[in-house]
C-alpha cells in the first residue's frame, strides 16, 4: 500500500508569497494531521482533521497558516504571506479511527524554506 | 497535560554495540498509547512499535526490544548488535485519551564502524 504522499518535497521561496503544501492520506484512514518540525522546537502538531472536519487548529501559529481537507484523499496547508520564521520540515501524517491508538504514519515531509 | 522526556540528547557507538534508548512519561490518563519512532537522516518519521497502557508485556522483534514499566513510567527501547543503518533520531510519543500525540525531543543514535 502507498504511504502518505506530500508534495513539495522542497519548497524555496522568498518572503510574502503564498506556499502551499499537499497531502494525500494513506487510503482507507480517517484522521490526519499537519506537523511542523524545528530544531528549537521540535515537532508540533497543527491541526488535526477527522473525517474530513477539522477538529482542533489550536496549534496553527496565526491567521496566516490555514489549512483545508476537501475530500477524504486530499489535504492542503496554506500559508499567506510566508515568513522567514516559517522555514521549517512539515509532516503530513494520517491514521485509522480518532488517532487516539492508532499509530500515525508520517509522510516524507516538505522542508520549506522562506529567504 | 502530558510529557514525554528522553534525558540522551546523543548516543554513540561502535557497531555491533547495544543501544538502549530511554523514555519517560508523564499523564493522568489510565488509558494511553505510547510509541517509538524512526527518523533516519532522510527525514522520514517511520513507525517502530506501539503499547498500550495495559499491555506490559516487553517484546523482542528481531534486533529491536521494548521494556515497559508502568511503575516507573518508562518505556525504553533497545538495539542489539546495533548496525550503521541504526543511526537515525529515535523519538518517544505518547497519546492519551484524546489524538494529540505528545513527543520527546528526540535521541540522536550515531553508530560508527
Known amino acids: 500500500d502507498a504511504g502518505v504522499i506530500q508534495s513539495p518535497r522542497h519548497e524555496v521561496t522568498e518572503m510574502g508569497q503564498e506556499v502551499t503544501l499537499r497531502c494525500k492520506p494513506i487510503s482507507g484512514h480517517n484522521s490526519l494531521f499537519w506537523y511542523r518540525q524545528t530544531m528549537m522546537r521540535g515537532l508540533e502538531l497543527l491541526i488535526y482533521f477527522n473525517n474530513n472536519v477539522p477538529i482542533d487548529d489550536s496549534g496553527m501559529p496565526e491567521d496566516r497558516f490555514s489549512a483545508k481537507m476537501p475530500n477524504a484523499s486530499f489535504s492542503t496547508l496554506k500559508i499567506q504571506p510566508s515568513e522567514p520564521r516559517d522555514s521549517a520540515v512539515y509532516f503530513c501524517?494520517?491514521?485509522?479511527?480518532?488517532?487516539?491508538?492508532?499509530?500515525?504514519?508520517f509522510g516524507d515531509g516538505t522542508r520549506l524554506s522562506i529567504l | 497535560a502530558q510529557k514525554v522526556t528522553q534525558a540522551q540528547t546523543e548516543i554513540s557507538v561502535v557497531e555491533k554495540e547495544d543501544v538502549t534508548l530511554d523514555c519517560v512519561y508523564e499523564t493522568r490518563d489510565t488509558t494511553y498509547y505510547l510509541f517509538w519512532y524512526k527518523q533516519p537522516p532522510s527525514g522520514e518519521l517511520v513507525f517502530l512499535i506501539r503499547r498500550n497502557s495495559f499491555d506490559e508485556q516487553n517484546e523482542i522483534s528481531g534486533r529491536y526490544s521494548w521494556n515497559f514499566q508502568k511503575s516507573t513510567s518508562s518505556f525504553n527501547f533497545t538495539i542489539t548488535a546495533s548496525q550503521v543503518v541504526d543511526s537515525a533520531v529515535y523519538f518517544c510519543?505518547?497519546?492519551?485519551?484524546?489524538?494529540?500525540?505528545?513527543f520527546g525531543a528526540g535521541t540522536t543514535v550515531t553508530v560508527r564502524a
Open positions: 501524517a494520517s491514521s485509522r479511527g480518532q488517532g487516539f491508538n492508532q499509530p500515525q504514519h
Open positions: 510519543a505518547l497519546s492519551g485519551n484524546d489524538y494529540k500525540l505528545s
